[in-house]
């Protein structure tokens, strides 16, 4: 089903009915959301999973100033779920520098020491990551409201 197609409110209906998902009948504006914000968070996976910061990362398939501004607000939504978790991460990541700190601190072997202070660069270079995906949305943002 395409989101600019307009259907009736029954048809709409009978669609969620007929694959199990139960709603109280919706208005078609409503409904057109919900499928975007679907559409757009799993149906064509503009956000993909990156195991290394462990948060979803937008990969979208077009230029941001070709999409709807319907496709934008829903991908901006979502994008602020995971924007929110973020700085909790950052934390997470702070502490395991904090206990590898502490264990290199103790470490006598060399070749151990060196692999605890990679592993803290490593976890250094992902905070700084996320600290640039946090402020990728407030970019988008100022050039929404300057545009």
Sequence with gaps: MRTDELITSDQCHSWLMKYGIFVPKLDLYLLKWYIICWRFTMGNHVFKLDARLGIELPV?????????????????????????TIPDRIFALERLINKLQARLNEEEDFDVSCKLNSDIAEQASRINDLHIWYRVN?????RRHSG
């Design 138 to 142: 407030q970019e988008i943002e100022t």
């Design 60 to 84: 979208l398939g077009t230029d941001w100033e070709r999409l709807s501004v319907e496709e934008r607000s829903a991908i901006l939504e979502y994008w602020e779920t995971i924007r929110g």
